[in-house]
């Protein structure tokens, strides 16, 4: 069976979610708004951010589609086309998660506050790729973020939007994780590969120096990351890690907060890393040879060396796997097949590892020929995914946008 190639929203698309919000809200067209949040892909900088490491990132040409109007309900109502029903969240009452689809938009109400004076609100979402390993938390939740910032008539920067859905996720949802994400969005810029340092907030925006093409390859395994036990657990071995570091080069540690590996040098590392155990030498090699993959890659884009940075993506991964021990075998199968392919100068898992999708680096014209390999690759597995795969090929695209 030929792997499905799944094409962006098109103009039709946009038309169709608009019919069935208008619909849904009993709402006129001239009340209806857009707006387009990227997913993003992250070809270097794994596992970083929550130790403020730097990442380096793209958005894709694929994202989550918003239509949102007012309503006088002093209500928010909200239907996605991945979920049955329509969903009310009362502003007021938004405490606590309820452990469904809108608790991303229940943080962002906690956190930016809903005057009890405003109208309601009726949104509808459409975006196919949840749960794979492409951010679509930080997506979906910047969405309403820019969203409620326009409705509430707030002035609320991408930076403090950023912040805000980096909040939800730590103390809304409970997912340690870092403020990658959210700036690969943020910050995007078409055809350049944005790095973020996660610690001093600096964002360089790096021109390709080549024509380029990811390809996206869904392995048909999806999960959310509020379920992935793994994840914190990760974040916990790398503060772990972080300190054994510290106390190895004699420095005090108070009982209470924790050192990240990014307060530390590589130098420092290679200094005391055999008085590590083997765990926590691990966990933080992986952020050190990561930090300097970064460097490299952005040099090579650059440059267009394409061929060394495809590279640098797979050592990405295999370190990730290795190191950082994350990545199922589907995942880590998957990138491993698509590194052998003609037209392919490198592979990894995206995301936490625990579900979802590879992304490579491809020569746009090989596009053909591996979207036929895949075809065979999946048919010809043991056990086949709960879920059919599918592929798409992005460049990198802007960030957040009216379209």
């Not at 002035?155 to 996720?169: G, N």
Request: net charge negative.
């Amino acid at each position: 069976m030929a792997l499905k190639l799944l094409m962006p929203q098109k103009e039709t698309d946009w038309a169709q979610l608009e019919q069935a919000h208008r619909s849904a809200f009993d709402t006129l067209h001239d009340r209806c708004r857009r707006w387009f949040v990227p997913y993003r892909l992250r070809p270097l900088g794994a596992h970083l951010d929550h130790q403020l490491g730097k990442v380096a990132s793209i958005a894709s040409d694929f994202g989550i589609a918003f239509i949102y109007s007012p309503n006088a309900t002093q209500v928010i109502r909200i239907r996605s086309e991945g979920f049955e029903g329509i969903l009310k969240v009362f502003p007021q009452s938004v405490d606590e998660p309820h452990g469904d689809w809108g608790d991303y938009l229940r943080g962002a109400l906690k956190y930016i506050g809903y005057p009890e004076t405003a109208d309601g609100l009726d949104i509808s979402i459409s975006g196919i790729l949840g749960e794979v390993g492409l951010s679509s938390s930080a997506a979906v939740t910047l969405g309403y973020l820019s969203i409620l910032n326009s409705h509430l008539g707030l002035t609320m920067t991408i930076e403090e939007q950023m912040a805000c859905a980096q909040r939800v996720e730590n103390e809304f949802l409970g997912v340690q994780s870092g403020i990658g994400d959210q700036s690969a969005i943020g910050y995007a810029k078409q055809k350049s590969l944005i790095e973020y340092d996660c610690r001093t907030a600096e964002v360089k925006q790096h021109r390709a120096g080549a024509d380029f093409q990811f390809l996206v390859v869904y392995s048909g395994y999806r999960q959310a990351l509020t379920e992935d036990r793994k994840f914190n657990d990760r974040v916990s071995e790398c503060l772990s890690a972080a300190r054994d570091l510290a106390i190895a080069l004699g420095q005090s540690v108070a009982p209470q907060g924790s050192p990240v590996l990014g307060d530390f040098s590589a130098a420092a590392f290679d200094q005391v890393q055999a008085k590590l155990s083997d765990l926590s030498r691990r966990r933080a090699r992986h952020f050190y040879e990561e930090m300097a993959r970064i460097d490299e890659g952005c040099q090579a884009w650059q440059a267009g060396h394409l061929a060394r940075f495809g590279q640098l993506i797979t050592e990405s991964g295999i370190s990730s796997e290795k190191n950082y021990e994350t990545g199922t075998e589907a995942l880590v199968s998957l990138s491993a097949f698509l590194v052998t392919l003609s037209g392919v100068f490198g592979a990894r898992f995206s995301g936490a590892g625990s579900r979802g999708c590879v992304l490579a680096l491809i020569d746009p014209g090989a596009l053909s020929g591996l979207l036929s390999a895949l075809s065979v690759y999946f048919d010809t597995l043991e056990t086949s995914p709960p879920e059919s795969p599918w592929a798409f090929v992005t460049g990198s695209g802007p960030g957040a946008r009216m379209p």
